[in-house]
């Protein structure tokens, strides 16, 4: 059974950083795209980032472009997000999904991020 | 960039009705299109990908069809753990933006 599990969350200060984690289990990480989501309280969903099979290739909205990078071990099964100059307009549940270059296949619960004075 | 719209916002319907959901791309995106569904508190659930193939798992009672800019997703007969926000995703190219869902709730 695919399982994804993120972690990392918290409450940060605008302009701080955080940086977020995801284990996977259950099926052949090092194969699969994988690539965060996040969701606002109460809205819709966003694509955050992706990064292909073998981490030389990522990509990333234009919102978080320059700010956020995301990295995997395939040597650990984990994914990470380094979230830096966070903004208010960050706060949400981020969820790490696998999968091919441009589908969600599996997600994560997700971690929640709160981004305030 | 493209984008998608999703109609109706909220659908009222009893188990056994079917449901049709309608999502729109600014500009053509071929075939390039999921739909998810997603529970209260829970994690998005893929349902569709490529417009129309069915996800391993998801019951038949799930379809998909469409191409350029107009989709369908279509529950053929409500269930009661069907009940949930429904939302498609443009896979084309970047950004992979989301419709802003619609809510099917009980009558």
């Known amino acids: 059974e695919v399982q994804l599990v993120e972690s990392g969350g918290g409450l940060v200060q605008p302009g701080g950083s955080l940086r977020l984690s995801c284990a996977a289990s259950g099926f052949t990480f090092s194969s699969y795209w994988m690539h965060w989501v996040r969701q606002a309280p109460g809205k819709g969903l966003v694509w955050v980032s992706r990064i292909n099979s073998d981490g030389t290739s990522t990509n990333y909205a234009d919102s978080v472009k320059g700010r956020f990078t995301i990295s995997r071990d395939n040597a650990k099964n984990t994914l990470n997000l380094q979230m830096n100059s966070l903004r208010a307009e960050d706060t949400a549940v981020y969820h790490c999904t696998c999968g091919s270059r441009e589908y969600f296949h599996h997600w994560g619960q997700g971690t929640l991020v709160t981004v305030s004075s | 960039d493209i984008q998608m719209t999703q109609s109706p916002s909220s659908v009222s319907a009893s188990v056994g009705d079917r449901v049709t959901i309608t999502c729109r791309a600014s500009?053509?995106?071929?075939?390039?299109l999921a739909w998810y569904q997603q529970k209260p508190g829970k994690a998005p659930k893929l349902l569709i990908y490529a417009a129309s193939s069915l996800q391993s798992g998801v019951p038949s009672r799930f379809s998909g069809s469409g191409s350029g800019t107009d989709f369908t997703l279509t529950i053929s007969s409500l269930q009661p753990e069907d009940f949930a926000t429904y939302y498609c995703q443009k896979a084309n190219t970047f950004p992979f933006t989301f419709g802003p869902g619609t809510k099917v709730d009980i009558k």
């Open positions: 500009q053509g995106i071929s075939s390039w």
